[in-house]
């Protein structure tokens, strides 16, 4: 498997920041305290102007990755950042430069760009409609489909094998119901 940036992981976790919960959305920034706590735990300065980028980054990002907003609405996030060459150990690096307060939102905005250039469609939603998590496709034939094969995986492949079991025995709803059971 490939190096996994640090970037990379800040932008798979912020993405996954919402996840489903039995039915219910559950927000790992809702509240400021645990906010600031996330952005801290991932590099940031957990400023209360920090925790309000990174929410609006990531609800941009999401709406992004599922194709419902264009990669331009990730503008803002960008604004007063800048890559600058240094020269350590006779290597040339680039260093990212941005206010402290919006640093860990562009440090995600550049990762999605960096994946999206590097390893188009990659980064995709999960196949399964119940779940809000995203997923990184490192698979060599870019075929997966959800965020956990342990969890997702089954489910689909459950309600698939449901559904074609209803379909041949001709039972409706209650019929499933009965497989299910």
Not at 112 to 121: I, V
Request: some cysteine; aromatic content about 4%; charged content about 25%.
């Amino acid at each position: 498997m490939a190096d996994v940036s640090s970037n990379e992981v800040l932008l798979l976790d912020l993405l996954n920041s919402t996840p489903v919960e039995g039915e219910k959305i559950v927000d790992a920034l809702g509240d400021d305290a645990t906010a600031a706590a996330w952005t801290l735990e991932h590099g940031g300065t957990g400023t209360p102007r920090e925790v309000e980028l990174v929410r609006e980054a990531r609800e941009v990002l999401q709406g992004v990755v599922r194709g419902d907003a264009g990669p331009q609405s990730l503008a803002p996030f960008l604004r007063d950042v800048a890559q600058v060459p240094t020269i350590s150990s006779g290597t040339l690096e680039w260093q990212l430069r941005a206010p402290d307060d919006s640093l860990l939102a562009a440090r995600a905005v550049i990762a999605w760009s960096e994946l999206e250039q590097t390893r188009p469609g990659r980064l995709r939603s999960c196949g399964n409609p119940d779940c809000r998590l995203f997923l990184i496709d490192r698979s060599h034939g870019n075929r997966a489909q959800w965020c956990s094969m342990a969890v997702c995986g089954n489910r689909m492949k459950a309600r698939r094998h449901y559904d074609r079991k209803r379909e041949t025995t001709g039972g409706g709803p209650a019929a499933a119901d009965d497989l299910r059971a």
